[in-house]
């Protein structure tokens, strides 16, 4: 997949604009719907997200590069990425179509219903129909509920997993490269991997599984959120792989999610935070000893 600061390399391919954060099951659909035009799909997409551009709390359900990741698993092939600015923000629907679609002349573009786009979202569907042959199909439903980012949000912060899994067609996931912290769960006997974010969706303690560079896996349980006993001005990320013994730091890991075991809590002191660890790894291993099969 080619990943390029708009200097467009590919005309005639089907196109999609969007954010695509999350890439759940709505964005896969366009994806096929773009590749039935055309295998060679492209994505217009921003970086930063428009909504963080605007609001600085905006937390988005993943990172760019775990955008990427998904975006190549489900066939997009080339990525532009247009750097969200003041310009672009004032930029009008014409003027986005005449510096950014056309100079691509896509072969046909394909949007969700709700696609808006240009300064103060003044342009849609039917102002891109003006100028290019467009796709719209039907949003993609779970019983009442449309699939979007922003339900996946918020599903995530309430910590509804199982959901999440079906509008993504996987379990939620975090990668990231591990960091030095202050050790402290070594200290109480139990070392953890480290990620740090701005932010992260999700909060609270959790089983999954944390899969290595050589690609073996550790049932794992995982810590999300700004660590209430020993509080850190950003998010952090740490995992305790069970039974694992070795060196990971400045190594990428990818974290996937299975199961919410509690939220984040301060207790009395260090010595009852290892109790509930020692607990919270007790609930842990008997989830996966009830659900073998996850991986």
């Given at each position: 997949m080619i990943v390029s600061r708009w200097v467009p390399h590919h005309k005639d391919n089907s196109l999609l604009i969007?954010?695509?954060?999350?890439?759940?099951?709505?964005h896969q659909h366009l994806i096929r719907c773009a590749q039935k035009v055309n295998?060679?799909?492209?994505?217009?997409?921003?970086?930063?997200?428009?909504?963080?551009?605007?609001?600085?709390?905006?937390?988005?359900?993943?990172?760019f590069y775990d955008?990427?990741?998904?975006?190549?698993?489900?066939?997009?092939?080339?990525?532009?990425?247009?750097?969200?600015?003041?310009?672009?923000?004032?930029?009008?629907a014409k003027s986005f179509i005449d510096q950014f679609i056309a100079p691509l002349s896509p072969k046909a573009i394909i949007v969700g219903s709700d696609f808006k786009f240009g300064h103060n979202r003044?342009?849609?569907?039917?102002?891109?129909?003006?100028?290019?042959?467009?796709?719209q199909p039907d949003d993609i439903t779970i019983g009442p509920d449309k699939v979007s980012s922003t339900l996946c949000r918020r599903l995530l912060h309430e910590g509804h997993?199982?959901?999440?899994?079906?509008?993504?067609?996987?379990?939620?996931?975090?990668?990231?490269?591990?960091?030095?912290?202050?050790?402290?769960?070594?200290?109480?006997?139990?070392p953890t991997a480290n990620l740090h974010a701005p932010e992260y969706?999700?909060?609270?303690?959790?089983?999954?599984?944390?899969?290595?560079?050589?690609?073996t896996r550790y049932y794992s349980?995982?810590?999300?959120?700004?660590?209430?006993?020993?509080?850190?001005?950003?998010?952090?990320?740490?995992a305790h792989l069970l039974d694992y013994d070795g060196d990971l730091y400045g190594k990428r890991i990818h974290v996937i999610f299975h199961h919410k075991i509690r939220d984040q809590m301060k207790l009395e002191d260090f010595n009852a935070l290892k109790i509930q660890m020692q607990i919270d790894e007790h609930d842990i291993r008997s989830f996966f000893k009830k659900n073998a099969n996850l991986s």
């Open positions: 969007g954010n695509y954060d999350g890439v759940h099951i709505g295998r060679n799909v492209t994505l217009l997409t921003f970086a930063p997200h428009p909504r963080l551009f605007f609001k600085k709390n905006f937390v988005g359900i993943q990172s955008k990427l990741l998904f975006l190549k698993a489900y066939g997009v092939s080339c990525v532009y990425v247009i750097p969200f600015t003041t310009e672009i923000a004032r930029c009008s003044e342009g849609d569907g039917q102002t891109l129909r003006q100028y290019f042959d467009l796709i997993l199982e959901p999440i899994k079906q509008m993504m067609n996987r379990p939620f996931h975090v990668s990231g490269i591990v960091r030095h912290g202050q050790h402290l769960g070594r200290t109480l006997g139990y969706p999700l909060s609270g303690i959790y089983a999954g599984t944390v899969i290595l560079p050589d690609r349980a995982i810590s999300v959120g700004h660590r209430p006993m020993a509080p850190v001005p950003h998010g952090m990320l740490e």
